[in-house]
């Protein structure tokens, strides 16, 4: 076995080391439901921003995006930018109200005003589906990914991943996923710095010097550098730019994250460190995409397989000095091990989630309602996050040949049509009652669904709805719904809580 | 934290003028950023797809209008964030008046 092996397998080796010491610390204080599901709301603003960007940067994200810009350019760049776009409205609509007028779950903040077990039911189902959709495609990609750089089965690494991250959850909870986060984060941020350094040093800090070179290469017969490589139908696009911009913020397992910090303020101030790292992220990905095309080139990138998500990880390669070199083959072992912690914390992050809906929502608020104590509660939950975990896997196994890029978003456009709405109504427009709810919710997803499996994605050429992402229809409907019924159907006569969740999200007064 | 459980104090207190004063303030100015800010996103895409010889320009160097289009994305929005920083402290503040004033000051009544 040669150096550069052995150096990535000790890197992997390190990071299950690190999370695994990190759940150790974590389980000893974790002892009841606020600190399974919460953290105990121990985090500080910056803490939680950190784990916001780990929660947020999946291997898609590393892997995926780098290899769009790298193969498709300047339609690449295009689709890197709308990531970041939706933490206008988590910060500005949702982030502090929403901080302050729930616990554990998003179905405390919408269930707050209106009549709880129907509510929690139907929220408990967008969120599943969301965190579905989402679920697999990391574990897809995860196991696509780790098969690629390191070569193990892609059944085994689905199995390394998910038991990996039901330790993590079931004897760490929030606490043991926000430290992952937060170790993912920082290691692939500081992979990126590296990685940029070398880019910086090669094109004389200039990005204009990397751009001459790239202004010879053609796509198809268009110009690398200009638009139209990848995106023909602008309709189909235009609904993708409305779908992340708008998904963001109602991705549930991205907003429970703000139950993990003490108050409005420390909300506040995660979603800005969020969105600096987030920021940061994307546009260095797309400056390592657009090295890796100059510097590597379209025919090693398409050749290395899965689709471009090499672009990265050949990069440093070639950037350690090529390949066959010591230089090289270490610092690719470096890129993969962190594109490996950067699965298993986002991965960490839809189980507990999910661990929540249906302990907190589904068992202890819906079957019990509410009488239960937060022992069997924490006991359930961490049974919850196994079975989970188990489950996901052999999902993840079934789901071997989806394509993933587009699943992901699928989980943006479920949040953008069923969630957003919801929290959005609930919190701030006081005729909105639990028909328009429950309505909205249950609509939302069923349109989003059924555009999904009726469009090209699914049905190829024979597909009765043309648009590949089905945002642009399925989000104002799942607005129209929600406003419609509401104004249809009796209001709940709740005035009185209405007032209570009112003062108590702007003012944070009996915020728990 | 404040703790405060009293229900008939939340009414009291969503009737205050100060409390309608914090929100007509806030909602003036949390709803029309993100709706401007949004439009100006799908304004990029539109001229994408539309514009492709204005956005294939060379600006600086060989940077075209389009990546000094899409970069100025980034510098917006960490804009809007340092101005939203701004602007809640104000709330802050209106919000510390209104438990001073409805409140024994720890929240409770």
Known sequence: ?????????????????LTMYVTYLASKKTSGTGDFYAAGRSLTGFQNGLAIAGDYLSAASFLGIAGLVAL???????????????????????????????????ADVISYRLNQR????????????????????????????????????????????????????????????????????????????????????????????????????????????HPGNLYTDPIDLLSLGLTLILGTAGLSHLLVRFFTVPT???????????????????????????????????EAINAAGGGGNMAAPLLAQVLGGGAGTIGGEIFMAGISAVAFATIVAVVAGLVITGAGVFAHDIYTNVIMRGKVDSKKQFRVARITSIVIGVSSIILGILAKDFNVAQLVTYAFAVGASANLPVIIFSIYWKRFNTPGAVGAMLSGTAITVLLILIGPEIMGDAAIFPLTNPGIVSIPAGFAIAVIVSLLTKPDNKDDMFAEMSVRSHTGIGAE | MVEYN??????RIEQTEEFKELKRKKYRFIFPVPLVFIAYYLFFIVMSAYAQD??????????TTGY????????????????????????????DEIIEKYTDGEGTV
């Open chain 1, 1 to 17: 076995m040669d150096i550069a092996k052995i150096f990535g397998l000790l890197l992997f080796g390190a990071i299950i080391v």
């Open chain 1, 72 to 106: 498709y350019g300047y339609d690449g760049f295009m689709y890197s930018i709308g990531w970041l776009m939706g933490y206008v409205i988590v910060l500005y609509i949702i982030a502090e109200p929403f901080r302050n007028s729930g616990n554990f779950t998003v």
């Open chain 1, 118 to 225: 129907p509510v929690r039911t139907a929220a408990a189902v967008v969120t599943m589906a969301i965190t579905m959709f989402y679920m697999i495609s990391q574990l897809v990609g995860a196991g696509a990914i780790i098969n690629l750089l390191i070569g193990i089965p892609y059944e085994l690494s689905l199995i390394i991943v998910g038991v990996l991250m039901m330790i993590y959850v079931s004897l760490g909870g929030m606490l043991a996923t926000s430290w992952v986060q937060i170790i993912k984060a920082v290691l692939l941020m500081g992979a990126m710095a590296v990685m940029l350094i070398f880019i910086a040093v090669i094109f004389n800090f200039n990005l204009s010097t990397l751009f001459g070179d790239l202004s010879e290469i053609t796509v198809d017969g268009n110009q690398f550098l």
């Open chain 1, 264 to 298: 409005a303020q420390a909300a506040r101030s995660s979603v800005v460190w969020g969105m600096i790292i987030i920021g940061t992220f994307y546009f260095v990905i797309a400056v390592i995409g657009f090295a890796s095309a100059a510097l590597v080139g379209e």
């Open chain 2, 6 to 11: 009293d229900k008939y104090e939340y009414i």
């Open chain 2, 54 to 63: 204005f956005m294939a320009q060379p600006l600086l160097g060989n940077l």
């Open chain 2, 68 to 95: 000094l289009f899409g970069v100025s994305y980034y510098l917006v929005i960490w804009g809007l964030a340092f101005v939203y920083v701004i602007k809640a402290r104000q709330y802050d503040k209106l919000v």
